[in-house]
């Protein structure tokens, strides 16, 4: 299956700002949905963003006004615009997207490797 290949994590002080990126690689697709999901040690994952095809977008509490989804259909990639990030953002970040292959109405969704965001001073 075509991997989603994420970048971007790393550490981070409170206050700071990274931004997420999550490749398509083989294949030609396109977005459908995007989401981001966070996984902290010892946490179940949970949702952080999301986007629809339609473009919509839902944010967890936590996030709100800090965080922003968005996708770039003619780069094959969705980001993740994390903006004064707290310690409580730390966490392993996974790309989930829900790709058409150009051509065809049928989507798959596909997971990325996941990329750890560490906010800490």
């Known amino acids: 299956q075509v991997p989603l290949v994420e970048s971007g994590g790393g550490l981070v002080q409170p206050g700071g700002s990274l931004r997420l990126s999550c490749a398509v690689s083989?294949?030609?697709?396109?977005?459908?949905?995007v989401a981001w999901y966070r996984q902290a040690p010892g946490k179940q994952r949970e949702l952080v963003a999301s986007?629809?095809?339609?473009?919509?977008?839902n944010y967890a509490d936590s996030v709100k006004g800090r965080f922003t989804i968005s996708c770039d259909n003619a780069e094959n990639t969705a980001y993740l615009q994390m903006n004064s990030l707290k310690p409580e953002d730390t966490a392993v970040y996974y790309c989930?997207?829900?790709?058409?292959?150009?051509?065809?109405?049928?989507?798959?969704?596909?997971w990325g490797q996941g990329t750890q965001v560490t906010v800490s001073s």
């Open positions: 989930n997207a829900d790709l058409r292959p150009i051509g065809r109405r049928s989507t798959k969704i596909y």
């Open positions: 986007v629809t095809s339609g473009g919509s977008t």
């Open positions: 083989g294949g030609q697709f396109s977005f459908s949905a």
